[in-house]
């Protein structure tokens, strides 16, 4: 029997035509268990269910892309490696290097070609693990128990054997932690860099690369390097990790360009409008000419059903940005009383 006949697939996209079409080619292929969602947020509430074997997701889709929910999966330790594939009428260079970053399955063009989709389920059955790979994934996981128990120069011997089998940003990461435990934070910048090199998006290395700068005194490599993890983390939706670097950084410095205003933006999306408000204010006092301060403060007090107490941040928004077309819709908007 054909394995990939045996698992469960979820496709997502508010277009309940294009779904309906897509579920039909993937029926056809005789996948009985499909599972269909008009959206990424309902998509990702339906993962965090039941296991899944695939999940191909329209990339244009209100609340939220299916690149974001491409992003939120990669960064979740129980589907960080499932098949995932995105669907649109026209990838741009652009959207395919993107795709490609976040670490996409494989792009599917609308409208969607049967035979296509087909191949594509099929090339999920060749994915093999090589023994190879099972030796390396185990040398790796008994490294990382020697770090956890405090054996850091055994792991290390480990660690250095796989970077020289495989350029793995995990590995280097992994040495980086080591060298940093053991205070040799020059070894532990190298490896972090290395870790960044591979991977862009590894918020984690950027994070240690930044505490390594830290504990040699650095504090402008510090915070340049914790802002980037903190972005990182900011556009994968995890917004917990996020504060911590956040917070830590304002440790480092009270008055890191933007620091509070990030804080702020963190807070909005938590739902926490006290801290959210706080934030922003505090990021006005510190830099009072910044139009998106702001506009931010103004939007956080239409979220809080409050556009007369918004209205001035909108205002003092368009006269230190006159070409800020945001803002003045948003004034508009409000004198017409549609908010």
């Known amino acids: 029997?054909?394995?990939?006949?045996?698992?469960?697939?979820?496709?997502?996209?508010?277009?309940?035509?294009?779904?309906?079409?897509?579920?039909?080619?993937?029926?056809?292929?005789?996948?009985?268990?499909?599972?269909?969602?008009?959206?990424?947020?309902?998509?990702?509430?339906?993962?965090?269910?039941?296991?899944?074997?695939?999940?191909?997701?329209?990339?244009?889709?209100?609340?939220?892309?299916?690149?974001?929910?491409?992003?939120?999966?990669?960064?979740?330790d129980k589907n960080f490696n499932l098949p995932f594939f995105l669907t649109h009428s026209a990838f741009t260079e652009g959207m395919v290097v993107m795709a490609g970053q976040e670490g996409v399955t494989g792009l599917v063009v609308k409208p969607f070609d049967a035979n296509t989709i087909k191949r594509k389920m099929q090339s999920l059955k060749s994915v093999v693990i090589e023994p190879e790979q099972v030796e390396a994934e185990e040398s790796l996981q008994a490294a990382l128990k020697l770090i956890e128990d405090g054996n850091?120069?055994?792991?290390?011997?480990?660690?250095?054997?796989?970077t020289k089998q495989e350029e793995n940003a995990e590995y280097y990461y992994n040495v980086g932690y080591v060298q940093t435990a053991q205070g040799n934070y020059g070894e532990a910048i190298k490896a972090f860099r290395k870790?960044?090199?591979?991977?862009?998006?590894?918020?984690?290395?950027?994070?240690?690369?930044?505490?390594?700068?830290?504990?040699?005194?650095?504090?402008?490599?510090?915070?340049?390097?914790?802002?980037?993890?903190?972005?990182?983390?900011?556009?994968?939706?995890?917004?917990?990790?996020?504060?911590?670097?956040?917070?830590?950084i304002k440790q480092l410095n009270p008055?890191?360009?933007?620091?509070?205003?990030?804080?702020?933006?963190?807070?909005?999306?938590?739902?926490?409008?006290?801290?959210?408000?706080?934030?922003?204010?505090?990021?006005?006092?510190?830099h009072p000419e910044r139009a998106r301060i702001h506009y931010n403060i103004g939007r956080l007090y239409i979220e809080m059903k409050d556009p007369e107490t918004a209205k001035p941040y909108f205002a003092e928004a368009l006269k230190l940005e006159p070409d800020f077309v945001d803002a003045k819709e948003v004034l508009e908007a409000i004198d017409l009383g549609t908010f």
């Open 255 to 286: 008055n890191t360009v933007n620091i509070y205003n990030s804080l702020g933006v963190l807070y909005r999306k938590k739902g926490d409008f006290k801290k959210a408000l706080y934030n922003y204010k505090k990021a006005i006092v510190i």
């Open 1 to 76: 029997m054909d394995p990939v006949k045996n698992f469960s697939i979820l496709l997502a996209d508010d277009d309940h035509s294009a779904l309906e079409e897509l579920a039909r080619i993937v029926e056809s292929l005789g996948i009985k268990d499909i599972i269909q969602s008009d959206s990424a947020n309902n998509a990702w509430s339906m993962l965090r269910l039941r296991e899944l074997g695939c999940l191909i997701s329209a990339w244009d889709m209100q609340e939220m892309s299916g690149l974001a929910l491409l992003r939120i999966v990669r960064s979740s």
């Open 152 to 162: 850091y120069s055994t792991a290390l011997g480990i660690l250095n054997n796989l």
């Open 195 to 248: 870790a960044t090199a591979l991977d862009r998006l590894y918020a984690k290395a950027f994070e240690g690369m930044g505490r390594a700068y830290q504990k040699i005194g650095k504090a402008d490599q510090a915070e340049k390097y914790m802002i980037r993890a903190a972005d990182i983390y900011m556009s994968k939706e995890n917004v917990d990790d996020a504060e911590e670097v956040l917070e830590e």
